[in-house]
């Protein structure tokens, strides 16, 4: 055989050899091409397979699915916790369970509060209780209407026949503390708290930039309280009878350290020119006189339907009344401490003849 033939022969078949290697042995020669398979889908009773991998967002399958998340109820009056003082009482009112409830009433005085029911509509707490003292039970509701920085108003109403909207302050305890003084009222608007109320024996309320006491029954002491609660002060007012029996027979008074069972001192001038300094215990029931046993004539009070300056002190132990400028009375006494302020009147006519008062330019202020 020619050299150069038997050359080409053994190179030949070399790389026939090398390619039968090739395709048995899955070369990676570069243009050997992969053999090509279906994608393998499972039978209808043939389990999916579980991916190596999460998809972002998702647990894998060994993982806790996550716990959705409850919105909580949000607190549309963060604002109303707290302890509100109307009066000598405050009020102690808690955000809890989703809403708002009194926790606690707490007072100054022996009488007795119960709270009966409450309830939270999502923006307003109302809620009632008894009030009961020497002379008999009530029952008082307040509900709020609205929270003005340190301020909260609500409407009161008593089983009494008393309404009227109140206005509460923020107090930092529990426990009743002093109303800021000076404090003035001019009555020109009919919202600053004070008592209103109208029933068959008497009524008070505002009325044309004054307020006004009317009693209707002989003997039957009516009067309304501004709400305050006050230690040592001097209070000052311009009283106006404007009706009452032909013969003067009435009085008025302005009343300092008033409690919340009607207790308290009482300084009272009559129409025909008469006065009396003296207090009130048992629930308002028992009378000690300090000035004597009978009314004291003065020439400084200003008798019939004509304004009188009054001017009351309660400090310390003094208890002092002044009409027009001129001192009536000045003695010691040291039954009560603190409480609210009043004006009131009394009719002593045998036919329940009306006597009506206006009152004005109201200022109480430290001694």
Sequence with gaps: MNTSRKFWIVLSGAVLALGIIACSCGTTFPWAVPTQTRPFIPGPNQPLASPTSPRPGNPGPNQPLATPTTPQPVNP????AGYWQDGSRVFTIEWQSNQYILTAITASGSSTRTL????????????TYTYSDENSNSTITFTT??????????????SDGESSVHFLRRNSSP??????????DGFSSSSTGWDVYDTAEDGVGYENGYYFVISRTNQYSSYGEAYLFIGDSVTEVDATPVSGPSNN????????????????YLFEITGDGYFAVGYYTGGGNEYDSLSGDEWQASAAIHQGMLTNHIVVTCAGSQIKLEVNGQVLYDGQDSTFTEGDISLGATTYDENNAPAEVHFDNLVVRAP
């Design 77 to 80: 009056l963060p604002e109303l």
């Design 116 to 127: 009966v029911s409450q309830s939270w509509n999502g923006s307003s707490l109302t809620w």
């Design 145 to 158: 209407v609205s929270i003005s920085g340190d301020t909260l108003s609500a409407d009161y109403s008593s």
């Design 175 to 184: 426990t009743p503390s002093y109303n800021d003084l000076p404090y003035s």
């Design 249 to 264: 027979n009435f009085s008025y008074n302005v009343g300092c350290r008033i409690q919340s069972n009607a207790d308290g």
